[in-house]
C-alpha cells in the first residue's frame, strides 16, 4: 500500500522540479508566494515626481535681482483687503471670554 503513496510524492518532487515549484510535502510555511511576487521598490520611487524648480528657489539663489513674486504680493494685497474690512482670519492664541 505504500509503493503508490511514495510513488506519487517522487511524481510530486518530479513535477515540481520541472514547473519550477517549490516541493512542500507537509505544507509547512515557507514564505514562498511573498519571494515569488514581482520587486516594488523601482514603482514606489518612481510614484514621486522629481523635485521641480520654484521661485523662491530661483529668488534665494539671486537677492540681487530683486525678483518679486507676483502671485504672492497679489495673496498679501488680498489677505490685508480682507483685513481691513473685517473678514480676515481670527486671531490666534487669544481666549476671549464673554461674560
Not at 509503493?3 to 505544507?27: D, E, G, M
Not at 535681482?65 to 483687503?81: C, F, P, Q, S, T
Request: some cysteine.
Amino acid at each position: 500500500m505504500s509503493q503508490p503513496v511514495a510513488r506519487l510524492a517522487q511524481l510530486s518532487q518530479l513535477s515540481c522540479k520541472i514547473f519550477s515549484n517549490v516541493y512542500n510535502p507537509t505544507c509547512a510555511r515557507t514564505g514562498n508566494k511573498v519571494l515569488r511576487q514581482r520587486l516594488i521598490g523601482s514603482t514606489l520611487t518612481a510614484y514621486n515626481p522629481q523635485k521641480l524648480v520654484h521661485f523662491r528657489d530661483i529668488q534665494a539663489l539671486y537677492p540681487q535681482l530683486g525678483l518679486v513674486n507676483m502671485e504672492e504680493k497679489e495673496r498679501l494685497d488680498e489677505i490685508a483687503r480682507r483685513k481691513r474690512r473685517g473678514k480676515g482670519a481670527p486671531k490666534k492664541g487669544k481666549l476671549y471670554i464673554y461674560l
